[in-house]
């Protein structure tokens, strides 16, 4: 009887059989590539866009703005003259990306699984120490929480960067059509379908409704809920294609203020 009982408790609680302990695994793939490769990226753009808020224009004086375009890392509304020059502009705002995209479910996989280890990859065994793991119930990943804030933020931000972007096509010299300005309508096109790819977006708009067909209403959000449930299924895609095109957008609007290159543009 007791034996049964062991076995049942052994049923009801299994261990598993995958190997433990950090990396230990029975895959003969090459499992590692994957969490490096992200790791590797993930930490090369954040640190640019690091160094674009806090260097750049701070420390080696190259301005954020030329040619009527502006860096997307920056806050349209408080940049220009009488803003303290020892205070980056891209501080005012920044901290709602960087609280979108930390806290977004398909970064946190990506950094959990790059940097924290937990797990590195599937069926690969974490380090000891996630034994006393609480998941997101304590601090500091229990701010995962703040995710919808952040994205409530996020639509803001990206509705005044959509006005910065079609202002850029009608600069005080005349409407023209820019390199730059085709770069930052690419740069927010992306940036659109990150955001609306995003799963709490989705759940918003088409989540905890019991009839789809009952009302008007519901029909309407459930046909916008399968527009975003679309741009979900490439979350990851949006996601980095998005992190990629900002910086490449920065660092061209920042080139055109050292001189290194000249916007081509067709004048209208």
């Given at each position: ?127 000891r120490i996630h034994g006393r793991y609480r ?45 730059g300005s085709v770069l930052l309508l690419a ?82």
């Amino acid at each position: 009887m007791t034996g049964q009982a062991t076995s049942l408790r052994g049923i009801l609680k299994p261990r598993g059989t995958a190997p433990t302990g950090a990396g230990a695994t029975s895959r003969r793939d090459d499992w590692l590539a994957a969490p490096l490769n992200v790791g590797f990226w993930l930490a090369v753009l954040v640190l640019y866009a690091t160094f674009s808020a806090l260097v750049w224009e701070p420390v080696f004086g190259v301005a954020h703005e030329a040619d009527g375009y502006l860096s997307p890392f920056y806050a349209p509304f408080v940049s220009g003259e009488g803003f303290p020059a020892w205070l980056s502009p891209a501080l005012v705002t920044l901290w709602i990306p960087i609280g979108f995209r930390v806290t977004c479910y398909y970064f946190r996989r990506a950094y959990y699984r790059a940097y924290l280890a937990d797990p590195p990859a599937c069926a690969v065994g974490e380090p000891r120490i996630h034994g006393r793991y609480r998941m997101e119930n304590a601090l500091p990943f229990i701010l995962q929480n703040l995710h919808r804030l952040f994205l409530y933020l996020a639509v803001v931000l990206l509705a005044i960067h959509w006005i910065e972007v079609v202002t850029s096509f009608f600069p005080a010299s005349g409407a023209r059509i820019g390199l730059g300005s085709v770069l930052l309508l690419a740069d927010i096109t992306l940036l659109t379908g990150y955001v609306s790819s995003c799963h709490s977006l989705r759940h918003i708009v088409g989540g905890r409704l019991d009839c789809f067909s009952c009302s008007t209403i519901n029909r309407t959000r459930h046909g916008a809920w399968k527009i975003l449930s679309g741009l979900n299924a490439n979350h990851m895609v949006w996601a980095w294609a998005s992190l990629f095109s900002i910086v490449l957008v920065d660092i061209y609007i920042h080139l055109l203020a050292l001189g290194v290159l000249v916007d081509p543009a067709i004048r209208l």
